[in-house]
């Protein structure tokens, strides 16, 4: 794990792994069938002629609100973490693309572990796409959701508070501000594919704030 980041950081990138500090939740990443600027949570699709359906899901973060602390104004994102969870049917394959300038460690095609340029990617200026993955299916299966498993966020396994606080996506500030160091939580709002019924699409949020960390505080 160092030599990665490490390696990283030589690279001028930085990776949530190499965070000191959690600083409370702030923001969601949401699933969507659609890429932004809209944002489909369900889709209806049936199996075509070989009988297989293959779904884009798109992954974006949003509501992170101004929050000043060490370096200021936390305006950029300089890295994140989170792994794709399909339930409900299981995927034939997965492949992921990061969609922002990024270099990836994640070792699995659902898992994220990105670091981005110093300067960050905006998060100030309304939702940030992040990943697109396209998952595979024999057949056509029902009530498939796509959520984020917080089992992998590796730099959670470093702050017991994280885990507590049902955090299922962690990214950290941009290194020109100085903001590397500290790693930020997410709620997340699933997904669903042919779901049967109304599916569950309330927000799984991160239940422990930035004003209760403390390190950060929401500006008014």
């Given at each position: ?50 009988g297989l359906v293959m779904v884009d899901v798109y992954l974006s973060l949003g509501d992170v609100h101004p929050a000043e602390g060490p370096g200021g104004v936390m305006l950029a994102l300089g890295g994140f973490e989170c792994e794709l969870r ?112 109304e599916p569950d699409l309330a927000v799984v949020p991160c239940t422990l704030g930035v004003d209760e960390a403390g390190v950060f505080k929401l500006?008014?």
């Open positions: 794990m160092r030599s990665l980041i490490v390696t990283l950081m030589l690279a001028s990138l930085v990776l949530p792994a190499g965070a000191s500090e959690f600083c409370g939740g702030n923001g969601v990443m949401t699933l969507s069938f659609t890429p932004l600027p809209d944002v489909t949570p369900t889709t209806s699709m049936k199996a075509d002629d070989n399909v339930t409900g049917a299981e995927p034939l394959s997965v492949q992921k693309k990061i969609l922002v300038p990024h270099r990836d460690f994640g070792q699995r095609p659902t898992q994220v572990w990105v670091g981005v340029s110093t300067a960050g990617e905006r998060v100030d200026k309304g939702p940030l796409a992040l990943v697109k993955w396209t998952v595979m299916f024999q057949g056509r299966p029902e009530n498939v959701r796509f959520d984020l498993d917080p089992a992998g966020l590796l730099s959670c396994s470093n702050y017991p508070c994280c885990g507590d606080a049902g955090t299922t996506g962690i990214y950290v500030g941009a290194i020109d501000v100085a903001q590397e160091g500290f790693l930020f939580g997410t709620g997340c709002a699933p997904a669903y594919l042919n779901p049967v019924g500006r008014k």
